[in-house]
């Protein structure tokens, strides 16, 4: 088999805002047959002049494929139904760029659409999410070690306090709710909380291809748990669960001693006494319903990171790429594991 062989392109784009009713849409891997052009490049299934190419979902475009790149004019290109250039962008990109805008070709319309790249077909439902819940007081290391699962093993780390604080930097409408409960070290409504985690896990399948999940900090309570129900369904499988065991007097320790650059509002002893108290009352019930169910493997979080790293890689083994798992390990895991120090901010 030739090695050189281009992956199968199983990418597909969504075309929107262009204002160009027969641009706008979903394209889909290119049909085209395979080609040689002039100077040699072999364009295969799926791929023109060496990269991956796309025609329209409806199959009415005049030229096929209608998103593709060329390599005389180095650029990406978008075509209107009747094989008219309408969009380009100059560069080499191995795929359409997303982040920058496109030139407005002859026969475009400003302003030029927006370009965004699933990994699965977006009229399919999406595969289903492996996930793995987190759980632990706070300072216990859930982040710690969740980061160094999504840096060393390709895990993708949802940190719920992360997210809710993301989305109360974005400002939006549930902005100052959020504030109010996270700084009470209380919990914030399901609501909120359940429809950002939905709306992020999606995005992470749909466009990153993503469906390793480590869910830090979540679920928080019962009531959290009747929320994740209500999402993904009660038929389905019940997630495993990392529990992360530790005493009140190591998390304090950790606490604060992370206070001093965290720049997080609830690092401070009084929020910290708060967030332990709202751990017992509130997690602590839903750990007890997993243990109920088989569903808990407990962790001793008050060892050192690198041994609680080893126990949390084993856990995860069943679903992380063994490439992945037999790599050294990265700058990052080592500054996470302590043992190499951070970067002097300047
Ligand atoms: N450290 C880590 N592991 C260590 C080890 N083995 N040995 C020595 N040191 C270790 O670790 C804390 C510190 O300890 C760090 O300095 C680390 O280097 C060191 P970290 O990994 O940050 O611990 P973590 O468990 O993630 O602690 P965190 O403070 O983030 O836990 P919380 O659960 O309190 O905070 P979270 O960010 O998850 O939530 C904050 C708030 O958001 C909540 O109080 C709540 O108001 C809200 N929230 C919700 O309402 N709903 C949710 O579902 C989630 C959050
Ligand atoms: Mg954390």
New binding site residues.
Partial sequence: MNSNAPKPNTLFIEVSGSGLPEVDGLFVPSMAPATESESGTVSSLGYWNGKRAWDRADGKCERSPALSYSNSYTSWRICRLDGHLAYDITCKDELPPTDREWHVYKKGVAPAPSVVIHHFDPRQSLPKPNVVFVL????????????LAETQLGWTHL???????TEREAGGATAAEIEK????????PNEI?VTVLKRTMEAATRLHGKTNFLL??????LD?MEGWYEVFGREAELPEMLY?ECPYD?LEQ??L??AKY?G?S??NAE??K??FD??KAKTLPTLELFRSKNKVVEVD?????E??YALVKKSLEAYTDPQLAAQPLTEKSEM?L?LRPYPKKS
Avoid: H
């Fill in positions: 632990g007081g706070p300072g216990s290391g859930k982040g710690t070690m969740c980061s940190s719920m306090g992360d997210l809710l604080r409960y996270i700084t009470a070290g209380e919990l914030v909380t830090d900090g979540f679920p928080r309570s959290n992360f190591v950790r606490i001693g992370r965290s997080r609830d690092d929020s910290m708060l967030r709202t751990f979080a008050s060892q050192g990171r041994d609680v996470l302590g």
